[in-house]
């Protein structure tokens, strides 16, 4: 699925940039742990984006597929079995995250300022009819 590879590829990318920066888990306790979050939610929105829907299935395959393709760590030694199974409540964080970031935009009009508009122009026809 294009949307997995999307995500996890910038995930990885993200993993490499910041080990290249010096940036690990050993030497940044908070800070290694909030970029990895922050940009793997980046990736799941961008690839929530290039396949142009947020249903809760393509989420869910997003998951299960980003989950299974981190199985190769355990394959590598690098992670334990236990610990990839523990990296599930990091990736529903992520998935959860990358919605939220999917579907924000600066360039639409937010709900309250249309209802704010509608209530003034009320208020104006009401102060005009007294």
Do not use: C, E, K
Request: cysteine-free.
């Amino acid at each position: 699925m294009r949307a997995v590879a999307i995500a996890y590829g910038i995930t990885f990318v993200s993993g490499l940039v910041l080990a290249f920066a010096g940036i690990t888990p050993q030497t940044h306790h908070v800070a290694y742990p909030l970029l990895a979050l922050h940009t793997s939610a980046v990736g799941v929105a961008l690839a929530l984006r290039v396949v142009d829907t947020t249903r809760l299935s393509v989420l869910v395959a997003i998951g299960v597929g980003i989950w299974l393709l981190s199985s190769t760590s355990v394959l590598l030694g690098a992670q334990s079995f236990a610990g990839w199974v523990d990296s599930s409540v990091f990736i529903g964080i992520t998935l959860i995250l990358g919605r939220l970031l999917a579907r924000t935009s600066l360039d639409t009009l937010p709900a309250s300022a249309s209802t704010y508009s509608t209530f003034a122009q009320r208020a104006i026809r009401t102060h005009r009819n007294a």
